[in-house]
């Protein structure tokens, strides 16, 4: 039985789906946070699935020069055989955890260039790997004079944000300058982590986008599938929804994994889940980012209920240096996706309605609705969803048009009476 640490998570759906992996392999998990209100807050009437953890230990965990020290005591005490988190703010963390222990995992370096959006830019296109034009921008006259260069629109987006948080399309100085003031006003993420000052600036890729969902065990990249990814919200670019797999053509869904591989590589990581999304242009695949975890949105849910292959289970047997099994196993589904339903106004939620009969369908193997009384913001990220459902079909490809129409189908009344739009 394999003794995990884990640095913080996520408090989604991931936040759930990593401990009961863990769990069920027969292993357990020790818990280190800075902040335990933040996972209580998160579940107050069941209890976070995070909070059955082994141990429960707190410590600063945004200060590395002083978190490797104390890690190494708490390892002489508890004997960890690997370490782990789901939280992008804290793989560099893990990653350097490791190397200061001799645990599996993939290299500090590889993750923290990973973890970074500019440096993952000025590696994979020195490598070759093809992505959009970008400048990274350190002061707004940079940004405004690489956007003229790159040429508008342009896509701007913070080097160390999640979620899509502050990533937008804008299409003139004018926008421009606005979205970089929001950057700015935003100098510390979530977990209290000073921000970078950095910013990118993109060329703005046309086309669909795609993720796909890779395992690289011994410096093996195994890409699991391609998932298809719908994006809603301009000039936004928020998740509306995911299917598992995409329904591509041979040569276009090689194209991608390939890219995938490619970016993978020249990032030097190895030992690791990973979630690469990638924009199918018409000049070919061009990366987006990679992210060195598994999907969060309840991918992995669809890889499982598809494939057999469980995604958060793998990250913990890479964490503890077991070689993955990526067999696949028959499972009946030809195809699983999840919707969202998005909020598009502002305001306190009086109910939605129109999944009544949700609970006799037998498509639907899950699904959640925001509670009467919930405070709304109109949607610009992923982390203001009204509801999701997720739907599992036999036949390929007809899960994400099933899952889409019946979010399609859900209505939404406000209990104010004026609602900003």
């Avoid at 699935?49 to 429960?56: C, E, M, T, V």
């Avoid at 960890?80 to 370096?109: T, W």
């Amino acid at each position: 039985m394999g003794h995990l640490l884990m640095i913080e998570s996520w408090v989604g759906s991931m936040s759930t789906l990593l401990p009961q992996a863990i769990r069920e392999r027969g292993d357990r998990f020790s818990f280190l946070t800075r902040d335990l209100r933040h996972y209580v807050r998160a579940a107050p009437d069941a209890g976070h699935p995070l909070l059955g953890a082994a141990n429960i230990v707190t410590a600063e965990t945004n200060a590395e020069a002083a978190l490797l020290p104390w890690v190494r005591r708490l390892h002489e005490v508890l004997e960890f055989d690997g370490v782990l988190s789901s939280c992008d703010y804290y793989l560099p963390a893990v990653a350097a955890v490791a190397a200061e222990l001799g645990l599996p995992g993939p290299s500090r370096e590889a993750v923290a260039a990973a973890c970074d959006k500019a440096r993952t830019r000025r590696i994979c296109g020195a490598a070759g790997v093809p992505g959009p034009e970008f400048a990274v921008a350190a002061t707004d006259a940079d940004a405004l004079e690489a956007a003229k260069r790159i040429g508008y629109p342009v896509v701007v987006k913070p080097v160390d944000l999640c979620g899509g948080m502050f990533v937008r399309r804008v299409d003139d100085a004018a926008q421009l300058r606005a979205a970089l003031g929001e950057i700015t006003g935003f100098p510390v993420n979530a977990r209290g982590q000073q921000r970078a000052a950095e910013v990118l600036v993109e060329q703005h890729l046309e086309g669909p986008e795609f993720s796909v969902e890779t395992v690289t065990f011994d410096g093996r990249t195994t890409v699991v599938g391609i998932t298809d990814k719908q994006l809603t919200g301009a000039p936004w670019f928020i998740e509306a929804g995911h299917m598992f797999p995409a329904l591509l053509e041979p040569a276009a869904e090689s194209a991608i994994a390939d890219v995938a591989r490619a970016a993978i590589a020249a990032l030097g990581l190895d030992n690791t889940v990973a979630h690469v999304e990638i924009r199918l242009t018409a000049s070919g695949p061009r990366l987006v980012e990679v992210n060195p975890r598994p999907a969060g949105n309840r991918i992995t849910e669809l890889v499982r209920r598809v494939t057999g292959i469980d995604l958060a289970a793998v990250c913990a047997d890479l964490a503890l240096g077991r070689a993955p099994d990526l067999t696949t196993a028959p499972t009946g589904v030809g195809s699983a996706a999840i919707a969202f339903l998005v909020p598009r106004e502002t305001g306190v939620l009086e109910g939605v309605s129109g999944a009544e009969d949700w609970e006799l369908d037998t498509r639907i193997v899950d699904y959640d609705l925001a509670a009467p009384g919930t405070r709304v913001r109109s949607a610009q990220n992923n982390n203001g969803y009204l509801a999701h459902v997720m739907v599992a079909e036999e036949q390929a490809g007809a899960a994400g048009d099933s899952a889409r129409a019946l979010i399609d189908a859900l209505r939404v009344s406000y209990a104010e009476a004026a609602v900003a739009r």
